[in-house]
């Protein structure tokens, strides 16, 4: 399991999600799915 974590696979996509962590519109996109996210789970306990 440690060398799947080493992998070059994992080694790009860690340096891809750092690229996009960086991109504004992705992060806003983001921060917005998260807070809808929130209030869908407090629409279902209600």
Same mark, same amino acid.
Do not use: D, P
């Given at each position: 399991? /440690?060398?799947?974590? &080493? !992998? *070059? #696979?994992?080694?790009?996509?860690? *340096? #891809? /999600? &750092?690229?996009?962590?960086?991109? *504004?519109? #992705? !992060?806003? $996109? !983001?921060? =917005?799915?998260?807070?809808?996210?929130?209030? $869908?789970?407090? =629409?279902?306990? #209600?």
């Amino acid at each position: 399991m /440690g060398n799947l974590y &080493e !992998s *070059k #696979f994992m080694k790009a996509l860690q *340096k #891809f /999600g &750092e690229k996009a962590a960086a991109n *504004k519109t #992705f !992060s806003a $996109i !983001s921060a =917005g799915m998260m807070v809808s996210m929130g209030a $869908i789970l407090v =629409g279902a306990l #209600f």
